[in-house]
């Protein structure tokens, strides 16, 4: 393992490409180029305005794949300390809109992915699912790619997502689930009237915030083995009326459910509709599902992703389900998933950044990931 190929020139180049979602920016023209170099079969992906790619070497099993995102957030109106596409290193650390989320994985993993290759191993296979729209969205990315993957056969035993899971130090965190989201909006109509003849009208606010209070006066759960509670957070509550003189005709609201394993889309959206028809029997309710809460249950090829960031960081990483969602939770319906990636600290933020000494270890992780995975799983 004396082939060590450094991720930072790769790192460097992506975070170059203004990728801002959905925009490429030349980012999956700079992958594809690298990849092909090193053998992979490259097929580019355009679903609507969004650039995809996968990327395949190998044709037998067992067979892993990496997935990421080459767009990024905006950057943002604060002051950079540094243009954000410029990928300046400055005291080891490069800075760039996309360092940690997640351009700095992507090259990691490539790196990894050569250096392994150098070493002469041919077993099982490697591939990589690489989307423009996970920032988006995500309506013409990875689910998309996951649907031709499924019609073309190439369904991994494995995949590994490399976003920054680590909230702090590189290897305390694998993410093995995530919770559900889920999106709804209330209509509550009523009938227009004076403030002084309340009789003559039906005050929509008053139903809504009985609803929502409701709706909020208990826990939804209290977690389960491997996720935390669900929690229900409203996020607007919209009258529009100038006059303080006038009950409204009609009131709504906005709120978010996130959701573990003890529920459903189908059935907190029952739920919800049974609560409202307790106040509100014509309210209105549009309820949106942007993924199901799942799970990834510990078996051996979590622990061997566990036992390469140990090898590497001395650190024994803790399998977690929490955070807002990924596109893990698309994959998940084709093959086993799990997540792990850099220090994500900064990602989103003005001077968004990672140490240039993380970035490389993490490419160790992945070799060792790569290596383990694939020599494990050729001897079952």
């Known amino acids: 393992m004396a082939h060590s190929p450094d ?23 700079v992958l594809a180029d690298v990849l092909a170099r090193l ?42 300390r540094f243009d954000p596409f410029a990928a300046t290193v400055q005291d080891g650390v490069l800075y760039g809109r996309g360092a940690c989320d997640m351009k700095g994985a992507i090259a990691a993993f490539v790196a990894a992915a050569e250096a392994h290759l150098a ?29 031709w993957m499924r019609a073309a056969g190439e369904v991994p035993d494995f995949c590994l997502v490399g976003e920054p899971t680590n909230p702090a130090r590189l290897g305390e ?13 209330i209509r509550i109509e009523g009938t227009q009237g004076h403030t002084a003849y309340p009789q003559r009208a039906d005050n929509p606010v008053h139903r809504l915030v009985a609803a929502l209070a409701a709706l909020t006066a208990l826990p939804l759960d209290a977690g389960s083995a491997w996720f ?3 929690t ?3 996020t607007s509550v919209d009258v529009g009326n100038p006059a303080s003189n006038v009950i409204p005709a009609a009131a709504g609201a906005r709120l978010n459910i996130r959701f573990n394993d003890r529920h459903s889309g189908e059935s ?58 990924s596109d893990a939770r698309f994959i998940t319906r084709l093959c086993p998933v799990a997540e792990f990636g850099l220090v ?37």
Request: net charge negative.
């Open 7 to 29: 991720p930072l020139p790769l790192a460097q180049a992506l975070i170059r490409c203004p990728s801002v979602t959905p925009a490429d920016g030349g980012a999956q023209d």
């Open 39 to 80: 053998g992979f079969t490259v097929t580019r992906l355009r679903f609507g305005a969004v650039e995809n790619l996968y990327a395949r070497i190998g044709t037998g099993g067992p067979h892993l794949c990496f997935a990421g995102h080459t767009d990024v957030v905006p950057p943002g109106d604060g002051a950079w």
């Open 119 to 147: 070493d002469g191993a041919a077993a099982g296979s490697l591939s990589l699912l690489i989307t423009g729209d996970e920032e988006g969205e995500a309506v013409d990315g990875t689910a998309r790619v996951l649907e």
């Open 173 to 185: 965190v694998v993410k093995i689930g995530r919770r559900g989201s889920l999106n709804a909006r």
């Open 228 to 230: 935390e509670p669900s």
């Open 232 to 234: 229900l957070q409203i």
């Open 268 to 325: 907190l959206t029952e739920w919800l509709r049974a609560a409202l028809a307790r106040f509100a029997p014509r309210a209105e309710l549009a309820v949106s599902v942007s993924g199901e809460s799942f799970l990834t249950s510990p078996g051996a090829a979590v622990a061997r992703l566990c036992a390469a960031i140990e090898a590497e960081t001395g650190i024994a990483p803790r399998l977690d389900t929490g955070g807002g969602t």
């Open 344 to 380: 994500g600290s900064s990602m989103h933020q003005v001077d968004e950044r990672v140490p240039v000494a993380e970035l490389r270890a993490l490419a160790r992780i992945y070799r060792g990931v790569i290596g383990a995975f694939l020599a494990a799983e050729a001897g079952r």
